[in-house]
């Protein structure tokens, strides 16, 4: 009885697993718009779609950043300035792209742009600092998918939501977390709401990667413009080396920083390829073995875990 259940848990595996590698044909013929090409996944994704023979369109927010996305790419690939924050840019360029794309449509929209705004404790933060990673993760995200989606629809193709293990389980104080939870949930119901209309709706969960987003100095540098307004009960509260610890607290778990941008890009391609697209992907050897589990666990462990890897305050009942 044992080995007739084995032997039938290996086939439901293999099965799995062909199952995962089965693609769609002819990839030539069919359009993808990217959002936050300059650099970082966005950029990494626009290349290597382009080598694959897709017609990519990649957003860009910076002229420079366009220049450079060119340089290194065929003449299949455009590239579209795009505030995602800016309703009559989206508006636009939704126009443009349809000119573009004609009966065709969009197989594929990836809604790559974010920010990380401020990381910082919450009691630092006025509501003003957490407007920036709201407006650009999540109602810039919901803004680009509303105009594109019915060339999406057209095309019965797949949109890919970059979300983060920060829409999973908060890490840090600021906008940033919130504004992945909330894609979260937008991304939850576009799938429900899409399948009747053969879209398939994908997200993706990196861990902590090594980008521009991710800078530690830029971090650092926004939490010390904020010290420097902090009341004294505050300041004191915290002590003046609180954010040299906070530094160097990050600079000894960089080991858990992934490098390689392309786990991230390869969840797009099996998101953008695959005929049988995966709901979630989870990106990063952190993601998988720390954050994601962690985020199943009871939240006295959670709390237990992440407070470990804070930094002790200098006087917490000078309030």
């Known amino acids: 009885m044992l080995f007739w259940l084995l032997a039938l848990l290996f086939l439901c595996a293999f099965l799995w697993n062909y199952k995962g590698q089965l693609k769609i044909a002819d990839v030539a013929d069919k359009y993808v718009f990217i959002t936050g090409c300059d650099t970082g996944f966005g950029n990494l994704a ?22 450079a996305l060119k340089a290194k790419t065929s003449e299949r690939l455009h590239t579209v300035l795009l505030d995602v924050t800016d309703p009559e840019n989206v508006k636009k360029t939704a126009q443009w792209v349809k000119s573009h794309v004609g009966e065709k449509g969009l197989w594929g929209l990836i809604n790559n742009a974010g920010v990380l705004g401020v990381l910082a404790p919450t009691d630092w933060l006025t509501v003003d600092d957490y407007r920036e990673p709201i407006e650009v993760n999540l109602f810039g995200l919901i803004n680009v998918t509303l105009n594109m989606l019915p060339l999406v629809k057209k095309a019965r193709g797949r949109v890919i939501n970059v979300s983060s293990i920060g829409g999973r389980l908060a890490f840090g104080g600021g906008g940033y977390t919130p504004s992945k939870y909330a894609v979260e949930g937008f991304n939850d119901s576009l799938r429900r709401d899409m399948k009747a209309f053969g879209v398939h709706v994908s997200c993706i969960e990196p861990g902590l990667f090594k980008t521009e987003l991710a ?24 002590g003046e080396g609180y954010i040299e610890k906070s ?30 697209p995966k709901t979630r992907y989870i990106a990063g050897k952190d993601a998988k073995t720390f954050w994601i589990p962690l985020s199943h666990m009871p939240a006295v462990l959670q709390d237990f875990l992440l407070l470990k890897q804070k930094v002790e305050l200098a006087n917490p009942k000078a309030v």
């Not at 897709?54 to 927010?61: G, N, P």
Request: aromatic residues 6%.
């Open 46 to 67: 626009a290349r290597t779609f382009d080598k694959k023979g897709f017609h990519v369109i990649a957003a860009c927010l910076t002229e420079s950043g366009s220049a």
């Open 215 to 238: 800078d530690p100095i830029k971090t650092t540098e926004k939490k010390l413009a904020i010290w420097k307004h902090l009341s004294p009960d505050i300041k004191q509260q915290y």
């Open 247 to 276: 530094l160097h607290r990050l600079k000894s778990n960089t080991s858990s920083v992934n490098l390689d941008l392309s786990l991230v890009v390869g969840c797009m391609d099996h998101a953008l390829t695959s005929l049988f």
